[in-house]
C-alpha cells in the first residue's frame, strides 16, 4: 500500500481516437497484476453533463456505472480491463464541472468574488480529480484527459493538471502523452514533426511530458526513439512505442514489452515487480486459439457504427473465450428486415441479439427478426428493448393482439403490452431521470436463467424508461411465455423466456456492462453456448 495516493494523467496530441483509454486501461491492468491498487478516470470536455442525451452516432455506447451514472464508453475498458467497478466519480464533463461551480456561486459560497476560470473551474477540476484519491482505496489514480491538447475545450483541464503537479510535488503526478507518428508511404518513412509540435504545444501550456507513447503502424527504431527523445525532453527509455494490434487484449503485453510500467513506477518513486497476467493471458490465448466458430446477428439500428454497441461486442468476445469459441458477429440494420428479407438475413445464422435503443426507427424489422427466430427455434437475446419487442411480436403474432405495441412507438395503441414506467409519467427532464444503474432481480426457479446464474438473487444495470406492462401478464404467461425475473420491490418484470424453445431469453436490464475478462457475463456465456449447440446440430 502506498502512504500517498500517486497521479498518472494521460492526455491526447495530434489526432483524436488514437485509444487513450486503452492505454490507459493496459497500464491500469499492469500496476494492478503488481498489486497496486489502481483506478482511472475520464474528463470530458463537452458540455454536456453527461452522455445519456447524446446520440450513439455523436459518442457511441453510453456505458451505465453500478450507482446509476450515464457515462463515456471508455469506463466500459477501465471494468473489462481492470474487473472493478467504476462510479460517477469516475466521469466529469465540463458541463458537471460548471453546474457545481455555478450551484455553489448561487449559494454565496464565494462570498462576494468574481467567479473565473482560474482558480474556481480548474479548483473544481482539481477536487474531482482527488475524490477517487483521497478515499484511501487507490494508491494510483489514472486520469485520462479528453480531446487532443490545443483544443479551446481542453485548457481548463491542461491547466489543472499543470497546478496539480506543482501543488503534489515530485514523483507524486507524472504526465504520459500519447500521440502519432505517422508514416508517409510517398516517403516511405516515420515522421516525428506532428509528435514534436504536440509537445511543444503541451509545454507552452506549462506541462513537460514525462512519457511519450508514440502510437504508429510501423516499428519506431532506436534511431527514431532518441530522436523523439531529444526533440521532446524526455528520456530515452521514456518514448514508449504503440504499435496497431489485432485485439484490443493484446495492448497490455505490447506496454510490458516496450516497458510502461516499469518506466512509470520509477518516476513515481514506486517498486516495480514482474506483473501477474496468468489469467489475462490465458483469456487472451482462449480467444486466439478458438476451437469452434458460430455466428450470431447483431440487429439494431446503430450498427454501421460499431461504438454504438461496444459492451456488446466486447462481452461476446469474452463468452467466445470462455466456449473456446470464435463469435463471428453479423451485424444487421433493423430497418432493412421485413416479411421478405428477413429469412435471408437470418436463415443462415446460429444466433440472434435483439440489441437495446430508444425510439420508434426500425421497430417492425426488429419485431420481424424475434417472430423468425421463435418460428424457427434460433436461439435468441433481447436487451431492454430488444426483451421488449419480443413481448409484442409475441403478442401480436401468438396471443393475436392486433397492434400491440410500446406505449413509446404509439401513444394510442388498443393493447399496450409495454408502457411508461408509474414514476416516469410526471417527469420532463430528459437527462438522468431514467431508471439507472444497479437493482435486484428474483429468479424463478428452474427457469434458464435460474440455471445460468446458479442464483436465485442477482444484482443488473439498467437504462430504461418502459415496462412490461403486468396487465398483460396472466394472458401472456397462459400462452407460453414465461415471466421469470421479477423486480422484489416493485414487481417489475426484468426477464422473459418461452417454453417451447431450445433458447429464448429477453432481459430488461444490460449484462454487457457487467461483463469482463476475469467474469465474462453468465449469460453471454450461455448464450454462445446456446449457438454453438444449434451450430453443431444444423
Known amino acids: 500500500m502506498v502512504s500517498n495516493t500517486k497521479y498518472i494523467f494521460v492526455t491526447g496530441g495530434v489526432s483524436s481516437s488514437l485509444g487513450k483509454g486503452i492505454i490507459a486501461a493496459s497500464l491500469a491492468k499492469l500496476l494492478q497484476a503488481q498489486n497496486y491498487r489502481t483506478t482511472i478516470q475520464k474528463l470530458d470536455p ?89 478515499s484511501s482505496d487507490y494508491d494510483i489514480v489514472i486520469t485520462e484527459i479528453g480531446g487532443t491538447v490545443g483544443d479551446i475545450e481542453s485548457l481548463p483541464y491542461i491547466e489543472a493538471v499543470r497546478q496539480l503537479q506543482w501543488e503534489l510535488g515530485e514523483n507524486n503526478a507524472i504526465v504520459i502523452h500519447l500521440t502519432l507518428v505517422p508514416f508517409l508511404s510517398a516517403a516511405g518513412e516515420l515522421k516525428t514533426k506532428p509528435t514534436q509540435h504536440s509537445v511543444k504545444t503541451l509545454m507552452e501550456s506549462g506541462i513537460q511530458a514525462d512519457i511519450l507513447v508514440c502510437r504508429t503502424e510501423h516499428e519506431l527504431n532506436t534511431a527514431l526513439k532518441i530522436k523523439l527523445a531529444r526533440f521532446c525532453n524526455v528520456k ?141 427455434k434460433i436461439p435468441f437475446l433481447g436487451i431492454c428493448l430488444g426483451m421488449q419487442m419480443a413481448v409484442i411480436e409475441y403478442s401480436r403474432n401468438v396471443l393475436k393482439l392486433n397492434n400491440a405495441n410500446s406505449t413509446e412507438m404509439d401513444a394510442t395503441t388498443p393493447h399496450p403490452v409495454i408502457d411508461l414506467m408509474e414514476h416516469q409519467k410526471t417527469i420532463t427532464d430528459k437527462g438522468g431521470t431514467m431508471r439507472l444503474g444497479a437493482w435486484d432481480c428474483e429468479l424463478t426457479p428452474n427457469s434458464i436463467v435460474e440455471k445460468v446464474y446458479n442464483k436465485t438473487l442477482i444484482k443488473e444495470r439498467h437504462r430504461h424508461r418502459f415496462e412490461f406492462n403486468s396487465d398483460y401478464k396472466e394472458r401472456i404467461e397462459a400462452a407460453g411465455m414465461k415471466t421469470t425475473g421479477y423486480n422484489p420491490k416493485t414487481g417489475l418484470v426484468e426477464i422473459i423466456e418461452i417454453e417451447d424453445h431450445p433458447w429464448f431469453v429477453g432481459v430488461q436490464y444490460h449484462p454487457e456492462y457487467k461483463s469482463t475478462v476475469a467474469a465474462p457475463h453468465p449469460l453471454f456465456v450461455a448464450f454462445v453456448k446456446s449457438a454453438l449447440v444449434y451450430h453443431k446440430n444444423t
Open 46 to 134: 463537452y458540455i454536456n453533463i453527461d452522455p445519456g442525451t447524446l446520440n450513439p452516432y455523436e459518442h457511441g455506447e453510453c456505458y451505465v456505472t453500478e450507482d446509476g451514472a450515464e457515462t463515456d464508453l471508455d469506463l466500459g475498458h477501465y471494468e473489462r480491463f481492470l474487473n472493478v467497478p467504476t462510479s460517477k466519480a469516475n466521469n466529469v464533463t465540463t458541463g458537471r464541472i460548471y453546474q457545481n461551480v455555478i450551484n455553489k456561486e448561487r449559494r454565496g459560497e464565494f462570498l462576494g468574488k468574481t467567479v473565473q476560470v482560474i482558480p474556481h473551474i480548474t479548483d473544481e477540476i482539481k477536487e474531482r480529480i482527488q475524490v477517487l484519491g483521497k
Open 236 to 376: 530515452q527509455e521514456a518514448v514508449i512505442q504503440s504499435i496497431d494490434a489485432s485485439t484490443i487484449y493484446d495492448v497490455p503485453n505490447l506496454m510490458l514489452e516496450e516497458g510502461l510500467d516499469k518506466v512509470v513506477l520509477k518516476q513515481l518513486a514506486l517498486n516495480s515487480s514482474i506483473p501477474n497476467l496468468t489469467h489475462w493471458n490465458t483469456f487472451v490465448s482462449r480467444h486466439k486459439n478458438p476451437k469452434n466458430t458460430v455466428t450470431i446477428g447483431l440487429i439494431g439500428k446503430y450498427v454501421e457504427l460499431q461504438d454504438s454497441y461496444k459492451s456488446i461486442l466486447e462481452a461476446f468476445i469474452h463468452a467466445g473465450a470462455a466456449n473456446e469459441t470464435r463469435v463471428n458477429i453479423e451485424s444487421i440494420h433493423s430497418e432493412y428486415l421485413n416479411p421478405n428479407t428477413v429469412a435471408s438475413k437470418l436463415s443462415h445464422l446460429d444466433a440472434v441479439l435483439v440489441a437495446p435503443g430508444f425510439g420508434e426507427r426500425g421497430i417492425e424489422g426488429k419485431i420481424e427478426a424475434v417472430k423468425y427466430v421463435r418460428e424457427n
